[in-house]
């Protein structure tokens, strides 16, 4: 039997990383309680805001699970493509390990730090190098496909 690390785990990192960019919109559903508009979801974060029973620190943890999930969203496009591109181009596949592994960790560290340690606005640079961490990864998958298809 193949050792995990032997295998190209690159493609199932796709899927992954939906479900990573999900999980904060999951959160904020939640915590938002009565306020989770089943029938129209996207009206959450309106009723969210004019609730003024709702503790800011809460009113904030759903704008920022929020905004994560959004944030996630935005770039799996080019996350998925650049897998692709990396896979077809043959691109090592522990270099697509490593660097999809990355990325993937760097949206769960993303997130956290986005909904859960931004309670302290201190930690709001943090944020921000993460998600350069990330887009670092995503676009080194780019650059690698061209330079492996240019040798």
């Known amino acids: 039997m193949a050792s995990l690390l032997s295998l190209n785990l ?9 479900l990573v960019a999900f999980l904060p919109h999951a959160y904020a559903s939640i915590i938002a309680g009565k306020n989770y508009d089943l029938a129209n979801p996207r009206k959450t974060l309106t009723h969210v805001e004019k609730d003024n029973s709702l503790p800011k620190p809460i009113l904030r943890r759903i704008q920022r699970g929020e ?4 944030n996630g969203l935005e770039t ?5 493509a650049g897998v692709v591109a990396a896979n077809v181009a043959g691109v090592p596949k522990d270099t697509l390990n ?22 302290n606005s201190r930690v709001a640079p943090l944020r921000s190098l993460v998600w350069f961490v990330g887009v670092g990864l995503l676009t080194g998958l780019w650059v690698k496909a061209g330079n492996a298809l240019n040798v």
Do not use: C, E, K
């Open 76 to 80: 799996i496009g080019i996350y998925a």
């Open 10 to 18: 690159s493609y199932y990192t796709i899927p992954a990383a939906f």
């Open 98 to 119: 490593s660097m999809t592994l990355g990325y993937l960790a760097s949206r769960v560290v993303y997130n956290w730090v986005y909904v859960f340690a931004q309670d």
């Open 67 to 70: 905004a994560a999930s959004a």
